[in-house]
């Protein structure tokens, strides 16, 4: 059920004085709130200290406190390559050639890196008078960006969220903060997971001009049963939640970005202070990272849902502009171009297709 019922109930408790705005507005189904958000997660560079050195790339390169601009952190892209392509020998963590390491590990067909990606170059999926908008200079030039990497081999042609990241196969990878304990297991088969103390972490890096900077961001969460036989105890356990005592518990995990904004930036929030063994290890980890330009930059796929005025439409479409992004890096390396630019043309009319085939 609306969890605004009970909120608009509740005197003393708001949402939108609690949580991140992005974060509530991508809790809405049409013009209500069926969760409370759990979490505020945003795309971050995680990087490898160990591979960085191995490729004699200093770590003054990824600044902690700023996004690395598109001309460096293409730069940075071609070094590592560059380094690790030279490179004779076998790494003894995966006993893969070190020639064989790419530079970056990102699965730009996965929509909260997708949209951002397209939001970047200036690009678009509908207009703000509700008409679809996808065939673009901005979209094409944004995704032959994402083909050239595969093509210059600075990421690998599959594209995974982190799986090459935590086999030592690129010492760069865009990822968030749910899948940081992911990221750090070494107990896994045949997997050596980054150590601890190599783990370092940066804002998400521009990746075309500075006006559209984009930071993918997003939530999960949790929402009430309508037909609950205790609607009221429901009610309280889900405030408990969205409270900074609940907050700070959820947080434990270290995989959780709170949701509740009063803790995004109080240095004594358990996000920011993990005490797990587990964690011991991490070494200068920047928690800034996840929550840099969160007020400016963050963007989520309600961007362009809110503007499909059929409800039903609105996850049809975004995966229509994912496919898009998912073909797209398969084209081949003499015709991705034009490969490309009829994608966009054919995406556009089913993403217009797919709009009046639910309005119907």
């Not at 591979?51 to 200093?58: E, F, S, T, V």
């Not at 005592?245 to 930036?265: C, D, E, H, M, W």
């Not at 929550?291 to 229509?320: G, H, M, P």
């Amino acid at each position: 059920m609306r969890v605004t019922y009970f909120d608009a109930a509740d005197g003393n408790f708001s949402a939108e004085d609690i949580f991140v705005n992005t974060m509530l507005a991508d809790s809405m189904l049409g013009d209500n709130v069926y969760m409370f958000p759990r979490d505020y997660d945003q795309i971050v560079m995680y990087y490898n200290r160990e591979l960085l050195a191995k490729a004699n790339i200093p770590e003054s390169r990824i600044p902690s406190d700023r996004a690395l601009t598109a001309t460096e952190f293409n730069a940075l892209l071609k070094d590592i390559r560059d380094a690790f392509s030279a490179m004779e020998g076998v790494n003894e963590r995966n006993n893969r050639d070190y020639d064989k390491v790419r530079s970056l590990d990102a699965l730009f067909a996965w929509g909260s890196l997708c949209w951002p990606t397209l939001k970047s170059f200036g690009g678009s999926v509908m207009a703000d008078d509700g008409s679809v908008k996808f065939n673009t200079s901005e979209n094409i030039a944004a995704t032959v960006y994402v083909r050239e990497l595969i093509k210059n081999e600075y990421v690998f042609g599959g594209t995974t969220k982190h799986a090459q990241f935590i086999n030592h196969l690129t010492p760069l990878c865009f990822e968030t903060r749910a899948t940081l304990t992911a990221l750090i297991d070494q107990t896994a088969d045949g997997v050596p997971g980054i150590d601890p103390e190599d783990l370092g972490v940066a804002p998400m890096p521009m990746l075309g001009d500075e006006a559209n900077y984009s930071i993918g961001a997003g939530c999960s969460g949790y929402g009430m049963y309508r037909y609950t036989q205790n609607p009221t105890a429901a009610w309280l356990f889900l405030k408990f939640l969205a409270s900074e005592k609940g907050q700070n518990a959820i947080s434990r995990t270290g995989n959780i970005v709170p949701s509740n904004k009063n803790l995004l930036f109080q240095e004594d929030a358990v996000w920011r202070n993990l005490t797990a063994e587990e964690f011991s290890g991490l070494k200068n980890f920047n928690h800034d990272a996840f929550v840099y330009a969160w007020d400016t930059a963050a963007c989520t796929l309600q961007d362009f849902k809110l503007k499909i005025d059929v409800v039903a439409a609105r996850e049809a479409v975004s995966k229509n502009m994912t496919d898009v992004m998912k073909s797209a890096l398969t084209t081949k390396d003499a015709t991705y171009a034009a490969e490309i630019a009829t994608l966009y043309k054919n995406g556009e009319s089913r993403i217009r297709s797919t709009i009046e085939g639910y309005r119907q």
